[in-house]
């Protein structure tokens, strides 16, 4: 049983291939200014070549659905949606927030994955293990850090959010907070894949006609859109 994961939320994006028998055969992960539509179809395609398969020979997609960056989202879903219909395979949704959980599920304490929102906030949700301590959150990062100091409890940060806030996280979270070294807090697409593969298992499927990104919040276009038509 083989899980090709895609992730395309962030900057950093990628592709890894994981088998049930196997493990990891395979990770492309890159943080470049290039967008996701000219990296993501050549990453996939390095990892079926170098392992010798192909496309065909995946048993299911998993992709990344959000929260991220809108248009990244909006490619990484439509490229697995795509290659699920057209192969009539499995194609399944994780977002981002429950990636990251998975990453680091075995810290003991709390994970706080971090994705940058821009103007202040973060998109976040807090994770014991694999079990969801709170809902996904779209919230400034200083609410974010007062509801940390609560919690009495270790709390790991990772995601693209932990560099922009490093000094705040430092400075109001000097008792609790754990971050990785820099390469580190960044989302491994085999932990995309390694997750797809539970979901598998567990019967945990989308359906690649219906399956959407997981936003959080409308896109600046939305709103800027929706603030003009209502003058």
Known sequence: ?????IDTST?????????????????????IRSTH???????????????ELNLSDIDAFSVVTGPGSFTGLRIGVATAKSFAYAL???VIGVTTLEAFAWQYQFFDGLICPLIDARREEVYTQFFAGLEPVTEPWNKPIREVIEWCKLQNNKIIFVGDGVQINYDLI????????VIPPIDGVV???SSVAGLGLRKLELGQIDQALTLQPFYLRRSEAEIKWMSKTSL
Do not use: C, H, W
Not at 37 to 51: G, H, Y
Not at 170 to 177: K, L, P, T
């Open 1 to 5: 049983m083989k899980v090709l994961g």
């Open 11 to 31: 900057m950093t994006g990628g592709a890894a291939l994981v088998s049930k028998n196997e493990g990891l055969i395979g990770e492309y992960v890159l943080n």
């Open 37 to 51: 539509s000219e990296r993501v179809i050549p990453a996939i395609q390095a990892i079926l070549s170098d392992a």
């Open 88 to 90: 009539n395979k499995s």
């Open 170 to 177: 430092m400075d109001q979270g000097r008792d609790f907070a």
């Open 187 to 189: 989302l491994r697409a």
